[in-house]
């Protein structure tokens, strides 16, 4: 079941995907917000366009965005799809702060977010614990504080040798993992995260998903993620948002009721996974077409 949505309306519940549970149901931090649609929000999109080119906001222009409405509640977890090039990154940079919207709005009150790309972008001169210090640092933590702060946070990420650890001493899985230890020394309460996973092997990405899920809610953040996978968009969030192309505008939303924790391979996570991959090459033909 899905809705056409031309705004960010309260998504559709997917009983399919939910064995009988109310979404929020013990999923996450603050469940009686979890829509977004009222109420308190962590990143509120409002009739945002952006065009890149000569011609900003007119002709020439190359229009990305178009009239994107977007709510996302404290302690939700929003999963964006859609094909390549259709602007997931872009809105992602908006929310960051990085760009600015040609119009439109975009709010995010509780301060600036983390982002975490597909590249871990550590420094490779420096161990992990340094990395994370850095930010820490740059977050205005006091430096006697840093070392402490750093370990735990490493811990945080199931990584408690890695302090000393250069970059390339450790696995693709492991750098991510100090890139996401290095994201919450940030102190955002806002985590915005671009195809981080996108380049690790299947059971390294599935025990990031769990890691990701636990963090997410201990620390009762607020997560929006972009993947071009779409049983990981149903894995990890409580809603999915796809975006078509050309201009990128919300296409559809799914709300996810199947309780945390998941797994890829649950019959609920597939059977959703499956219908939203139909949408999602839809949008990729009609794209392709352009
Ligand atoms: N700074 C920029 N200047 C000009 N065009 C840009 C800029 N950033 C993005 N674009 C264009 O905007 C469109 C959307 O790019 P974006 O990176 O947001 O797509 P995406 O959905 O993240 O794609 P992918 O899934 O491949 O990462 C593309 O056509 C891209 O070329
Ligand atoms: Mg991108």
């Not at 908006?94 to 760009?99: I, K, P, Q, T, Y």
Request: proline residues 6%.
């Amino acid at each position: 079941m899905s809705t056409e949505l031309a705004t960010a309306a309260p998504a559709p519940s997917v009983t399919g995907a939910g064995a009988g549970r109310q979404t929020g149901q013990q999923d996450g931090p603050h469940t009686e917000q979890q829509t977004g649609q009222h109420g308190p929000y962590a990143v509120r999109l409002e009739h945002v366009s952006k065009s890149f080119g000569p011609h900003r906001g007119g002709g020439g222009g190359q229009q990305v965005l178009d009239d994107i409405g977007l709510r996302v509640a404290p302690g939700e977890f929003v999963c964006l799809l859609g094909a390549s090039g259709c602007g997931k990154s872009t809105l992602l940079n908006l929310v960051a702060g990085l760009d600015r919207p040609t119009s439109g709005e975009v709010r995010v009150p509780h301060g600036r977010p983390a982002l975490m790309f597909q590249d871990h972008a550590l420094f490779p001169w420096l161990s992990a614990g340094r990395n994370v210090e850095l930010a820490l640092k740059l977050a205005g933590v006091p430096r006697a504080e840093r070392r402490g702060r750093a370990e735990e946070l490493l811990r945080l990420v199931r990584l408690p040798d890695a302090y000393g650890k250069r970059v390339h001493q450790l696995s693709g899985g492991m750098r991510q993992r100090v890139a996401l230890a290095r994201s919450l020394a940030q102190g955002s309460r806002v985590l915005l995260m671009d195809e981080p996973f996108a380049a690790l092997d299947a059971i390294t990405r599935d025990l990031l998903h769990e890691e990701l899920t636990r963090v997410w809610r201990e620390r009762e953040l607020t997560v929006l993620f972009v993947t071009h996978n779409v049983r990981e968009a149903v894995r990890l969030g409580q809603r999915v948002v796809l975006l078509s192309s050309r201009p990128g505008r919300i296409a559809h939303e799914w709300r996810v009721d199947a309780p945390h924790p998941r797994r890829i391979e649950d019959s609920s996570v597939t059977s959703l996974a499956r219908e939203i991959t139909g949408h999602l090459h839809e949008e990729i033909v009609r794209h392709a077409r352009h």
